[in-house]
């Protein structure tokens, strides 16, 4: 199995690049981008922004001819269309610095070092603009089993919503639903990645989880 990750415009490596700030065109490069590399099995795995990009991305993949995944991973996040949404990419970098602190997962140190802070937040009101402008389309369900992950004390998903059909997400496929919550808030995959990089291999293959590494610790 070969893991692909995503890194979007004005993030990291791309730092320098122009910030996208529509649904609608992110979906459009990512699906440029994974297009040729489609001659195989594939899955898709999201988390909080990620899992409603996910979604746009299996049916924008279907809208061209493409073969829809084998199963969509979504996580910290309630279905396109049922996810609270808000204002956030319009308030102070107080505010947003806040809310950041809120879902846990950012160091208020990194906030208090000013070149950092504008650097983070920068991205982070990107991703908002997009999230809390997205007007998803009423779509037919898709095919494949739906997994949702979350962690029990996230504010934005948290176990008791994600019970209540899946976080909405049972609503958005003809195949089953699971829901798994972890230990954690927001960011709960940070200190549980073994056990969520486990999760992905038994639903995918479960010959793979046996011994399943994950990625390095970072200092």
Same mark, same amino acid.
């Given at each position: 199995?070969?893991?692909?990750?995503?890194?979007? !415009?004005?993030?990291?490596?791309?730092?320098?690049? !122009?910030?996208?700030?529509?649904?609608?065109?992110?979906?459009?490069?990512?699906?440029?981008?994974?297009?040729?590399?489609?001659?195989?099995?594939?899955?898709?795995?999201?988390? @909080?922004?990620? @899992?409603?990009?996910?979604?746009?991305?299996?049916?924008?993949?279907?809208?061209?001819?493409?073969?829809?995944?084998?199963?969509?991973?979504? @996580?910290?996040?309630?279905?396109?269309?049922?996810?609270?949404?808000?204002?956030? *990419?319009?308030?102070?970098?107080?505010?947003?610095?806040?809310?950041?602190?809120?879902?846990?997962?950012?160091?208020?140190?990194?906030?208090?070092?000013?070149?950092?802070?504008?650097?983070?937040?920068?991205?982070?009101?990107?991703?908002?603009?997009?999230?809390?402008? *997205?007007?998803?389309?009423?779509?037919?369900?898709?095919?494949?089993?739906?997994?949702?992950?979350?962690?029990?004390?996230?504010?934005?998903?948290?176990?008791?919503?994600?019970?209540?059909?899946?976080?909405?997400?049972?609503?958005?496929?003809?195949?089953?639903?699971?829901?798994?919550?972890?230990?954690?808030?927001?960011?709960?995959?940070?200190?549980?990645?073994?056990?969520?990089?486990?999760?992905?291999?038994?639903?995918?293959?479960?010959?793979?989880?046996?011994?399943?590494?994950?990625?390095?610790?970072?200092?």
């Amino acid at each position: 199995m070969e893991l692909l990750a995503l890194q979007y !415009p004005a993030r990291e490596e791309r730092v320098e690049d !122009p910030g996208i700030t529509g649904m609608s065109e992110l979906v459009t490069a990512v699906a440029d981008a994974v297009l040729p590399l489609l001659d195989r099995p594939y899955a898709l795995f999201g988390h @909080s922004m990620g @899992s409603a990009v996910a979604w746009e991305l299996a049916h924008e993949l279907r809208r061209r001819g493409a073969p829809g995944p084998r199963r969509l991973f979504a @996580s910290g996040r309630a279905a396109p269309g049922t996810a609270v949404t808000g204002q956030l *990419h319009r308030q102070s970098d107080d505010v947003l610095g806040a809310e950041l602190l809120r879902l846990g997962g950012t160091s208020g140190e990194i906030l208090d070092d000013p070149g950092l802070r504008a650097l983070v937040l920068t991205a982070v009101r990107h991703d908002y603009r997009i999230i809390e402008t *997205h007007r998803p389309a009423e779509r037919p369900p898709l095919t494949c089993p739906v997994h949702v992950l979350t962690g029990a004390a996230d504010p934005e998903l948290g176990e008791e919503r994600g019970r209540d059909r899946a976080g909405g997400w049972a609503d958005l496929t003809t195949a089953r639903t699971e829901v798994r919550v972890f230990p954690g808030d927001h960011f709960y995959l940070t200190p549980r990645r073994r056990e969520v990089v486990a999760t992905v291999l038994r639903r995918m293959d479960p010959s793979l989880a046996t011994g399943a590494r994950t990625w390095p610790s970072t200092p």
